[in-house]
């Protein structure tokens, strides 16, 4: 089989390196728009499995990545000067060029020579294969000429964030949410290496226009970040690579492939980055497609039964990926809670967490929440 992806991140690298460590006869090209040292952004996380559920079948890649990564087992939330730990909900992350060049050297360690710098304007140049494996991203320009075929929609929050790294390690996964005299601003704050964290900036329409940023160069808005969370950063500069302020987008598609052109990742569908799964989506889609390629020997059946397994799973985290978002759409008025409260909002936000499993997962965050309750209700006695 002769199979063309479009785009070199994730999930195109790990389609393509899969599928040619499975079949070794297969014809497999890949091409990336930009060079192979190029990335947007600075650290990618997981969830606490991490990248267990490729443990089993590929043990390799995740002996290459593991050593990589930096894990914790706490979230910290930080309010009014306040700080609040929540046990349990465990991640680990990765820069996100560590990660590409991982991927990139299983690519060619089976026999594939990735094709950087190299733009594919339309489907029309890729004549001739068998299978068109769409993994170009949010601005993928297969989902884009054939819109109607695939069903795509595109929306945006209302939020705007712009995306930053820093030279100060966190202890966690940390979330630092403040106000200010024409508004409020929140940043997701995390370490991917020993001296470097990605540091997320997000505020909310009313404060980006109090703010003038629609007027600000990158240093301008750099600098105004910078000084909002001189506490936080205690010394240390934000590091800009293209942290331009944006919406987040929403992607999906009724139909997930046309003809021999099939979707993964976030050419697919996108999930919010307050919930740390765009990039496990991104793989796990290569593996769910490579399976199904396997299971059934006509293209066409296989694209059908790709779609029919996978989507009800996507469906379901990307539903609460939205009520996620939802939470930070409206965080201002969070910010209005007390500290426990808040945090209980925080944790409680997607709608997959009760105070059963809350219990479980988080004793003694639920200990002393519990006991904030309690003690609110003595008092009012």
């Known amino acids: 089989m002769r199979i063309a992806v479009i785009g070199g991140g994730p999930g195109g690298l790990y389609f393509a390196y899969l599928w040619k460590k499975r079949h070794p006869d297969a014809e497999i090209d890949l091409f990336e728009q930009n060079a192979a040292g190029a990335t947007w952004g600075f650290g990618v996380v997981f969830s606490e499995q991490a990248l267990e559920f490729l443990r089993a079948d590929d043990p390799e890649t995740v002996g290459a990545i593991a050593p990589q990564m930096e894990s914790w087992q706490n979230i910290t939330l930080n309010l009014r000067g306040e700080s609040v730990e929540i046990d349990g909900v465990g991640f680990s992350a990765i820069g996100r060029l560590a990660l590409l ?11 594939i020579t990735p094709r950087f710098d190299t733009v594919v304007e339309s489907t029309g140049q890729l004549k001739g294969y068998d299978l068109i494996v769409a993994a170009d991203g949010l601005n993928s320009m297969v989902r884009r000429g054939f819109e109607a075929a695939f069903g795509a ?14 030279t100060k390690p966190f202890a966690t996964l940390s979330q630092t949410f403040v106000a200010t005299d024409r508004g409020h601003f929140n940043a997701h704050h995390y370490r991917y290496a020993r001296d470097m964290s990605t540091f997320l900036v997000e505020c909310d329409a009313a404060t980006w226009a109090a703010y003038g940023f629609a007027d600000k160069s990158i240093e301008q808005s750099q600098a105004i970040c910078e000084q909002v969370f001189a506490a936080t950063l205690d010394g240390h500069k934000l590091i800009s690579n293209k942290s331009v302020w944006r919406n987040f987008p929403w992607i999906w598609n009724e139909r997930w ?8 990742g976030d050419a697919l569908h996108s999930a919010h980055f307050s919930i740390g799964s765009g990039t496990r989506l991104a793989i796990e889609d290569a593996i769910a ?5 396997e299971a059934e020997p006509a293209i066409p059946a296989a694209l059908a039964r790709y779609e029919a397994e996978r989507k009800p799973i996507v469906k379901k985290l990307v539903a609460a990926a939205r009520t996620s978002a939802d939470w930070y759409e409206n965080f201002p008025a969070h910010m209005q809670l007390g500290l426990m409260d808040f945090a209980y909002s925080y944790i409680t936000r997607s709608g997959r967490i009760d105070d059963a499993r809350l219990r479980a997962m988080s004793p003694a965050f639920m200990a002393r929440y519990e006991a904030a309750k309690g003690n609110a209700r003595e008092g009012k006695s």
Request: charged fraction near 10%.
């Open 289 to 293: 497609l490579t399976k199904a390629l």
């Open 101 to 111: 060049t991982i991927l990139q050297q299983r690519v060619r360690s089976v026999g």
């Open 257 to 264: 492939s046309q003809g021999n052109m099939v979707l993964i």
């Open 153 to 166: 929609s595109v929306s945006h929050s209302t939020n705007k964030f712009a995306w930053y790294g820093t």
